[in-house]
């Protein structure tokens, strides 16, 4: 169980006005952000950082998606993060998700789901990296 986790506002929530009150219910959940950036991926770097999964078939959509517009991406620490955080952000199915979580509020398709939440510390650890080096982190 680790104290951090990584997160994205992915650029549907941006575009649409919504990484004020995404930040707001990560705070309001107990997070305290230890990094963040707003920055635009190019088509190069989201196809990186989706790398695991580039021989599924909406591999090439996800990556158009994550580079067509800004994200926010932010290192988050709270006791046990990962697992809090993934309760948070609910389903990724925003018709499925919780009443409360961020994709139940924010998201508009599994496809267009506002956020992105590591789903283990491995992938936490990689995931910030990726965005953050260590001066970069408080």
């Known amino acids: 169980?680790?104290?951090?986790?990584?997160?994205?506002?992915?650029?549907?929530?941006?575009?649409?006005?919504?990484?004020?009150?995404?930040?707001?219910?990560?705070?309001?959940?107990?997070?305290?952000?230890?990094?963040?950036?707003?920055?635009?991926?190019?088509?190069?770097?989201?196809?990186?950082?989706?790398?695991?999964?580039?021989?599924?078939?909406?591999?090439?959509?996800?990556?158009?998606?994550?580079?067509?517009?800004?994200?926010?991406?932010?290192?988050?620490?709270?006791?046990?993060a990962v697992e809090d955080f993934r309760k948070l952000i609910g389903a990724t199915n925003p018709a499925q998700a919780d009443e409360g979580t961020i994709r139940k509020k924010y998201a508009t398709s599994i496809g267009e789901n506002a956020v992105h939440g590591s789903d283990s510390d491995e992938n936490a650890a990689v995931e910030g990296a990726f965005f953050f080096s260590k001066l970069e982190q408080f």
């Open 1 to 80: 169980m680790s104290n951090r986790t990584f997160t994205m506002i992915k650029p549907d929530a941006t575009q649409n006005g919504h990484t004020g009150g995404i930040l707001a219910m990560i705070n309001e959940a107990g997070f305290r952000i230890v990094a963040m950036k707003t920055t635009q991926l190019s088509a190069e770097k989201a196809g990186e950082f989706y790398a695991v999964h580039k021989e599924r078939p909406f591999y090439g959509e996800l990556v158009a998606f994550m580079s067509r517009g800004p994200i926010t991406a932010a290192i988050l620490e709270k006791s046990n």
